[in-house]
């Protein structure tokens, strides 16, 4: 089974695209801190980039916002191409295809909007895997 669970801020606003077909996807990456070491001391936080489709796209880009927590829940997914310069390279892509969304945070007043967004437990109704690479608008 594949599915991945990640809690931590947007880096930035999601960037919201229509694709050629007219589907809706977003991209934003989350950043996981991920505590301290031994000796008290930060370790670096992951940035992970995720991509969401149709109506959980749209509610992404509606909602959320840079520096706002949130829970993201989908599978960890990789695409692969061939550089278009040298085609014995080949390139590598991972990201997390995203099921669902959690709005997560304190009690602030920007949080307090962002929760009286409704929650979006949507699974893509076609894969992802049916778009081709060029029709991904990012």
Not at 31 to 40: I, M
Request: charged residues 20%.
């Amino acid at each position: 089974m594949n599915q991945c669970t990640i809690i931590g801020n947007l880096t930035s606003d999601p960037e919201l695209r229509q694709t050629t077909s007219g589907k809706s996807v977003a991209r934003f990456t989350v950043a996981v801190n991920n505590g301290k070491d031994s000796e008290g001391n930060d370790r670096p936080a992951d940035f992970i980039t995720c991509q969401a489709w149709n109506k959980t796209a749209e509610l992404v880009g509606r909602y959320c916002k840079k520096g706002k927590p949130i829970a993201v829940i989908g599978a960890f997914k990789t695409d692969k191409y061939q550089d278009k310069n040298h085609e014995d390279v080949t390139h590598y892509n991972s990201y997390i295809l995203v099921n669902s969304i959690e709005f997560v945070g304190g009690g602030n007043n920007n949080s307090q909007q962002t929760q009286a967004a409704p929650t979006q437990n949507t699974t893509p109704t076609e894969p992802v895997e049916a778009a081709s690479s060029e029709e991904v608008p990012f």
